[in-house]
């Protein structure tokens, strides 16, 4: 599906679109490991990567076409997922190039689809929040919400960083600054085969680069679950479900922060796409925090087959989330 909103500090990163409560439309990945352990997070990421790059490999080399007699290499194609439901079928998946781009924006769910070795994806927006609490009263900026994405080594893994700034008005009192880096890779595991879904993984984090007002100060890592289907011609849906470390605003301590997320995607025209979709937020062992819950949709207007722009709005569901959020992007492909 598309989209990476901002509102979790997870798109989830996002995104995402992993959260506090004053910023709920920033997406920022994060996950269960301690706050006093981040290295564990970039061994995990690590470890992760050689893995799915070694097996990756493999694979890729074995379904290659073959040798031919007195030949000294071969020429593979490239894999478009690291493994596949059945391999008595022809079903590769993975990024088709000679189709319009697909984008982890305007909705918080992530595609379930990388964007294919050798090509670079740059997603763009900006996202306005209101929310009304008692006496409290807070407005947000987000922006550019860039998500930098790029297809290495096989069709199948990607690497993403983001960046963002926010400005945050409470009750008259202002606030801007950088938030932390966004750090992460998808890996494209399965294409969809009848009612087996499109999946992929996304080990993900953020680091403590951001200003005073947004930073976390330290490292915050996590897991995003991606997974669609595409139903017929004009309707797709999809989920996500992810864990990620996330600080309480009030304590300053750590805790678990669990998303899920589902969409439903519509083919309006050949250049018109729209969305609909929930997502909540609910934190675990949090001592302040609590669970928000939004709805959102939105348009995507194809310029070409890899440039998208788009607008979404939302609608928090209760009293914890915020009142709403609206916005609007771009993303562009390079090849």
């Known amino acids: 599906m598309n989209q990476k909103a901002r509102h979790t500090r ?6 995402p679109p992993p959260t506090r409560k004053r910023q709920p439309v920033r997406l920022e990945t994060t996950s269960l490991m301690p706050s ?44 478009g997922t690291l493994f596949r439901w059945s391999y ?20 918080f769910t992530e595609a379930s689809v990388t964007v294919g070795r050798g090509v670079a994806q740059l997603e763009m927006g900006y996202t306005y929040t209101f929310d009304e609490a008692d006496v409290d009263q807070t407005i947000s900026h987000s922006y550019p919400e860039a998500l930098l994405r790029l297809g290495v080594l ?10 963002n700034y926010g400005h945050e008005i409470l009750n ?3 606030s801007a600054g950088a938030e932390d880096l ?21 080990p993900q984090m953020t680091v403590p680069t951001g200003g005073n007002a947004f930073t976390a100060d330290r490292a915050l890592p996590g897991v995003n679950w991606l997974y669609g289907w595409e139903l017929n011609d004009w309707i797709e849906t999809g989920g996500s479900t992810q864990f990620n470390s996330e ?41 302040t925090e609590r669970a928000q819950n939004y709805f ?40």
């Open 10 to 15: 997870l798109k989830n990163l996002a995104e």
């Open 36 to 79: 006093n352990s981040p290295y564990r997070s970039f061994l995990l990421c690590g470890l992760l990567w050689f893995g799915a790059t070694t097996f990756g490999a493999r694979s890729s080399s074995a379904q290659g076409d073959g040798y031919d007699e007195g030949q000294v290499a071969c020429d593979c194609e490239p894999q």
């Open 88 to 107: 008595a079928t022809d079903t590769t998946g993975g990024p088709d190039l000679n189709e319009p781009l697909v984008t982890d924006r305007p909705d």
């Open 154 to 163: 096989d069709d199948w893994l990607e690497l993403r960083a983001a960046w």
């Open 172 to 174: 008259g009192f202002e």
């Open 182 to 202: 966004y750090l992460g890779m998808k890996i494209g595991l399965t294409p969809q085969e009848g009612f087996l879904p499109e999946m992929a993984i996304m």
């Open 247 to 287: 600080i309480d605003e009030e304590t300053d301590n750590v805790y678990t922060q669990w998303a899920q997320s589902w969409t439903v995607g519509y083919s309006l025209t050949d250049r018109w796409g729209a969305y609909t979709e929930w997502f909540g937020l609910f934190p675990h062992s949090a001592d």
């Open 296 to 335: 959102n949709g939105g348009f995507t207007y194809l310029i070409n087959c890899d440039i998208q722009w788009d607008i979404r709005a939302g609608l928090g569901l209760n009293e914890s989330a915020d009142d709403y959020f609206v916005g609007s992007g771009i993303s562009i492909r390079f090849r």
